[in-house]
């Protein structure tokens, strides 16, 4: 495993770096015909590409990713399998009402055991777990708020799998005199995401999609007959195109109508080195749900299979990033070791191993989407903001009844296809999130005040 200097300076995730060796596949150096080209090699891509492949077992598939299989948000995340739905559930039902909120629950449900039977019946070896999750307060402002986000999914008739946990159970199972209470989720997993993201890939290749790395789409040309992508030493020619490029499209050339569909912010985690035995008796958490808090700004907290365990939020940077580009963040890394160990004193002179950072693909509706792109050749897909592995996984099967012109109840989602409020141009996105950062982070330290001395 590489040092603390390294993953520093390459900001590659702790999952990239457990993986080991990776062979990428060649680069497209022809030109080829296909049916489906689908530009970006995340969860959504190849999906997308297995599910239609496997739908249509003679068409030809095409995946270009501009880096590695990996290399994107898809390789970064921090693995959490959920039904949580663009920003909260409040939000959703302020902006879309109740009936789009129940149907975005329904959905996410499907999203995750989707995920989850995709992993079992493939056999993939990807480290998944499906232990539940929490949501958890720090201070009792932050539980009044999690109470009502209680009582809204009841009120919905969507709060099957949720349980109240107070004061007193939570701190039996969780050794932190930090947390006081909150909701408990049965129906979450958690997974290993490049490992994740390569299992598909050899799930894909095994259906014969063809699979090309280091290929950029530097130039996309629509004509009469077929949408042409270029790469630097090859191109496709295709009769659908899927742009599969989530936080990234902001990079995807000649798609001037994709420039305001979203902005990437970016979003910072870390992990420890395996924690002893010793270390794990004094924190609990014995059977290793994952957990996150409802602070406007949210940590997130799992333990990895090697017996680590890794965090991250708290805040998020605004960035016009590039496909290749990575912003370190040493204030949001020693902000993360400081938070878990606010909340575990115990693990105070326990060493962080890798930080790393990604973006994740905020719109202005709060919700993702997806979408055609002038034209019912191409499909877009965007939006997922933190929440987006088990939705990029589900997107992929329903972008594949998009391409085979089937309506089903998954392309009957209100995401799809619908018109998404436009984000303005570079500057005015920065400031904005800028401004709403802040906002947030005062809501936090509002709330926290009296429970917080850093
Ligand atoms: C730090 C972090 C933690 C997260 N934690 C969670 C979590 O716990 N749970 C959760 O639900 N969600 C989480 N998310 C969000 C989740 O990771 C994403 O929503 C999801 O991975 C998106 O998958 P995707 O396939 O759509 O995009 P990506 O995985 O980003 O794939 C897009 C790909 O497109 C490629 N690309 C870009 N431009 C081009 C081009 N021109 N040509 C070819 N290829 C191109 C990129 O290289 C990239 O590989 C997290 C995100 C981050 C960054």
Redesign the pocket.
Known sequence: MANNKDSLLKST?FWQHDYGHYTPNLSLAENLKADVAI????????NTAWQFKKDNPNARVVV????I??????????????K?FGLEPEMVVLRWGKQKMIDAHRYMNMAVAHTKSLIEQNGFQSDYSHAGMLRVSYAQKQLQRIRKTYQLYQELGIDTGLTWIDKNRIQQEFYSDRIIGGIYDTDTG?LN?CKQ?RELKRLAESAMVKIYET????NIEKTASAIILK?PNGQVAADKVVI??????R???DARSLKNKQYPL????VVTEPLTAAQWDSIGWKDRQSFGDNRHMLH?F?TTADGRITM?GGDAIAYKTG?KLEIPSPMNWEHCEAHLKWIYPQLKDVRIDYR??????VNADMAPEISFIEDERIIY??G?????????HL?GRTIADLLNNNKTELTDFWIVNRKCIPMPGDMLSFIGGQVARKALKVGDWWEERHVRNH
């Open positions: 995730s530009i970006g090699g995340g969860f959504t891509g190849l270009l990713e501009a880096d299989i990996g290399f994107g948000s898809s390789g970064r995340n921090a693995g959490f399998s959920t949580l958690t995401p993201v290929s950029p789409v530097m790469t599969a490029t989530n936080a990234y499209t990079q995807v050339p970016w979003t910072y985690q997130y799992r991250g496909a790393w950072g990604g973006p994740v693909s897909s965007g997922c903001f933190g929440h987006g592995v088990s939705l990029s997107n």
